[in-house]
């Protein structure tokens, strides 16, 4: 553990036994980046390797840090991490999947960005979240960018191709499909 980390812990852990409340922190931004591969990977059930391997993680960090702000984002992935934490130091991965669905994904406050930032990964799709006194009609979803959508998670989840980009190559219309109707 390095310094820089070991004096974020120490301050966490002063400001919890003075206040009785949770930590202010200022992650850095590798750190929260790293914490959003984490919790994408927990969130999606696709693997470290083939989050990265979209090419997306970093346009799909920002989007995410530009519509809900950066002390949000920050909250949520450290709440994340500390069930994370936990479940690791309990060597009990029960632990970091009941906390994920009771603690972020029925919470009032990050259930919404989580099923976003799934939807997010699999469709390449912001989805606006509606805010109290806004006007829904407004926000419209978007997609992030055309090099985003034939990289979804959704075409690798079903085994096909993205319509329209990313063809299979020459002579596959010869073989078998991987996918049935039946």
Known sequence: MNIQVWFRWLYAALWRIFSG???IMNLAQSEMKEYFLDFSVALTGFS???LLGTGQA???????EQNIGNE???ELLQTFHNLDLKAKSANDQSILDKGI???ILDSKKFGAIACNIIKLWYVATWYPIPQTGQDSNSQKPFIV???AYPEGLLWSAIGVNPPAAKAPGYGTWSEKPSVTLS
Do not use: A, C, E, R
């Not at 970093?58 to 995410?64: A, E, K, N, P, V």
């Open 101 to 103: 669905s009771f603690d």
């Open 58 to 64: 970093d346009l799909y960090y920002s989007t995410i």
């Open 72 to 74: 949000l984002l920050q």
């Open 21 to 23: 409340g949770q930590p």
């Open 48 to 50: 470290k390797f083939n």
């Open 145 to 147: 960018s055309p090099q």
